[in-house]
């Protein structure tokens, strides 16, 4: 085994040997994306760090979760997102914060189905971009970063929630709907 096995190929071993250098390995190749991921979740680059090193903490416990059934990298993807959405909602639960449920949110209604062309969300500017993106729920967030950030086709998306189309579809097309909403009013 070495620096340019693959993926897969270096789980199975390290699921096999619990050898700490080979998880070292994946370490180097995925932390940078892991900690970037974290970041946009927490905006703070000590605690996006510190999310780092606890996801990779429990990679290494549930490393032997991983079936195979998609590349490693989507696999990785979707815990990450799991792991940091879950993270950002115990953190809203223990401050009691409800800045995710702003005025804004609680006016808006469910009728808002028109379809929403992505051009809308290209013409965003970025900081009022970013205050937008803090008030709404950290689920839809996570849907608009896998779509505009990452660049995932809805097949992709699909795998990583485990969701199907019109379910990735109906959630993207809301999430967008609010964020321009939200946007239009700050």
Same mark, same amino acid.
């Given at each position: ?33 892991v900690y970037n991921k974290c970041l946009g979740f927490v905006k703070n680059t000590e ?6 090193h606890d996801i990779f903490v429990q990679l290494f416990v549930k490393l032997r979760t ?84 990452? /660049? ?11 969701? /199907? ?22």
């Amino acid at each position: 085994m070495d620096r340019s096995s693959s993926d897969e190929a270096l789980v199975s071993k390290i699921v096999e040997s619990n050898d700490t250098f080979l998880f070292a390995i994946l370490y180097d190749r995925y932390s940078n994306k892991v900690y970037n991921k974290c970041l946009g979740f927490v905006k703070n680059t000590e605690e996006a760090q510190d999310l780092t090193h606890d996801i990779f903490v429990q990679l290494f416990v549930k490393l032997r979760t991983f079936k195979g059934r998609s590349k490693f990298s989507t696999w990785l993807y979707s815990f990450t997102y799991n792991f940091c959405v879950n993270y950002v909602q115990r953190q809203l639960k223990k401050r009691k914060e409800k800045e995710v449920l702003t005025d804004d949110i609680q006016n808006y209604s469910n009728r808002h189905d028109e379809e929403v062309d992505d051009s809308e969300i290209y013409k965003m500017k970025a900081d009022k971009l970013a205050k937008a993106l803090d008030r709404i729920d950290v689920a839809e967030k996570m849907l608009l970063f896998m779509k505009y950030q990452d /660049g995932m086709s809805i097949k992709e998306i699909m795998s990583v929630l485990e969701i /199907g189309e019109s379910a990735v579809k109906m959630r993207l097309n809301r999430a967008k709907s609010k964020l321009l909403e939200i946007y239009k009013r700050l």
